[in-house]
């Protein structure tokens, strides 16, 4: 048996490969769409991909299932209850796919989403008993899956079902069994997953909350408490995977463009976002752009402001990294992606074009200027709820970074200079170019965000 971890920074999604290895078949579990590494996972080893297996609709990505399937013949495996639309072979509970002499058994386990289901891989060579769970987005190390994606009404109805699956089916398999999850760390998809790469239904009823809240009211407290708000863009991923997403092949592939060609797009709508670090973007940008900054944020910010029904041009710091951030943005279904200035902000400035700046300050200098009476100097704190309960700027206004991206109102005096702070300082960036969008002018940033403020011993306050 050969089994094998495909990471996604960024989305910080896993797919597995799972293979006889004499047998030569091979299943994918959870494919991404751009399905290039385990076609040349398979080919290396001389498996044939037999099976492509979902563990639900997924919210936080395109599924590459529909990709693959085209590239390899294999036949889509889903839950029966999601009505995926594309051709696939319905799963219930307690179905099996053979992969060479191993079996995927499908476990139903609702909770994260109503059709969401698991898989155990049983390989006779080690008896009777499973040897793994790929537990999709229901179970991770040290979290459970979030249960509100699909809107209020649904989300009383999933808490229940979410308690069932953790104390009457994952509680009851052996401690010993080896999880796989479908997420890692920095993953929306929970409220705070680990790390780690696998862990076991033994660890997760020892250290795991959601196994350990003792009655059914409990639980759906400790489920809810604190959970950030779901990034914009999940419902619309829920739309394309169950309809099934176009393939790569079809999508435009964009091109370089001149500055008068990026000009005219953003003139007809296009939205502009720069994809460079927040010290360039503050050096100088195209008037209206929006700085999202390659990187692991990427694509879930990118999504955040679900541009969906518009056209993308990209500003880049290197035009090689055009096929990096496209590859990204396909990810999240942002498909209408019409290229990127060619040469970069040098180009736009030969151009003899106008360019935006913003202005930036130390925490120091910040600190010194709230000192100040009459300071004229509104703070705007962008990071999510959860952070500001950890600790704030006494007296500063509060805005979640998303609810900008979505077109909220900042609730600030434009007539005064607005402060903007986040975490690190890449939300800041955002959140400053969304404000200058609206017309705000007096913007600054605060690169060191409120790591460097809390690092330099400044006051804070706390709810």
Known sequence: MELTRFYTPGLAQVA?????????????????????????????????????????????????ARELAEA?????????????????????????????????????????TPEHISYLLFDPRHGDAPVALF????????????????????????????YETVTDRLATLPEKLVVYPGHGAGSPCGKKIGDAAQTTIGQEKRFNYAFNTGSREAFIDAIMAGMPRPPAYYPTMKRVNKEGPALLRDLPAGEPRTPEEVEARQAAGALVIDARDAAEFAAGHIPGAVNVGLGANFAIWTGWLTPYDREVVLVLPDDALYEEA???????????????????????????RPMATVAEMSVAELASRLEQEDNNL????????????????????????????????????????????????????????????????????VPEGMAGWQAAGLPVARP
Not at 139 to 146: C, I, K, N, P
Request: proline share 4%.
């Open 16 to 64: 597995y490969g799972v293979a006889d290895p004499e047998m030569k078949q091979a299943a994918i579990i959870d494919p991404r769409r751009d399905v290039d590494e385990y076609l040349a996972w398979a080919s290396d080893r001389g498996y044939e991909i037999v099976a492509i297996l979902e563990t639900h609709v997924h919210a936080d990505f395109v599924s590459g």
């Open 72 to 112: 390899t013949g294999a036949p889509v495996y889903a839950g029966r209850i999601g009505q995926t639309a594309f051709p696939h072979r319905p799963l219930d509970d307690g179905d099996t796919v053979p992969v060479g002499r191993l079996t995927l058994q499908s476990l139903w386990s609702p909770g994260h």
């Open 135 to 162: 537990s999709g987005d229901v179970l991770f190390a040290g979290e459970v899956g979030r249960p509100d994606l699909l809107g209020e009404e649904a989300q009383q109805r999933l808490i229940g079902q979410l």
């Open 326 to 352: 496209r590859t990204d943005l396909r990810r999240i279904g942002i498909d209408n992606v019409a290229g990127y200035l060619e040469g970069g902000m040098a180009a736009w400035l030969s151009s003899g």
């Open 378 to 445: 509104q703070v705007l704190d962008v990071r999510d709820a959860s952070e500001r309960a950890d600790g704030q700027i006494p007296g500063s206004r509060h805005r979640f970074a998303g609810a900008l991206a979505q077109g909220a109102a900042a609730g600030v005096d434009a007539a005064e200079t607005v402060a903007v702070i986040c975490g690190t300082g890449y939300r800041s960036s955002l959140a400053a170019s969304l404000l200058q969008r609206q017309g705000l002018r007096r913007v600054i940033t």
